[in-house]
């Protein structure tokens, strides 16, 4: 049973920078995907960034091309999401998930396990 901690959430000013953490705890499947989420009130959650741990190679949605990067440190089995050039728009809370089940890598239905969230807030 996966266990996910995400912790560096918080509140700065468009333009600025956050880096995510997921903390993972528990056998994970070295052939699946990790990946951050977000939801904003009153929307549906959302892909953000996800990456293949078994070979480190990442997919982005548009919204995050070119500004977020997700990465992973195998040795603290940690993944990050690196969050530059941050928007109001990118205001939600994030969520870190594991294990694809199938189809689309940023299809929020298709992981089993997630973290309880921490908030990103970006004001203008």
């Known amino acids: 049973q996966l266990q996910l901690v995400e912790s560096g959430g918080g509140s700065v000013q468009a333009g600025g920078s956050l880096r995510l953490s997921c903390a993972v705890s528990g056998y994970n499947n070295r052939d699946n995907f990790m990946g951050w989420f977000r939801q904003a009130p009153g929307k549906e959650r959302e892909g953000v960034a996800v990456?293949?741990?078994?070979?480190?190679?990442?997919v982005y949605a548009d919204s995050a091309e070119g500004r977020f990067t997700i990465s992973q440190d195998n040795a603290r089995n940690t993944v990050y999401l690196q969050m530059n050039s941050l928007k109001p728009e990118d205001t939600a809370m994030y969520y870190c998930a594991a294990n694809l089940r199938v189809g689309n890598v940023l299809d929020p239905r298709q992981y089993n396990y997630w973290g309880q969230g921490t908030q990103v807030t970006v004001s203008s």
């Open positions: 990456i293949n741990i078994g070979d480190g190679s990442p």
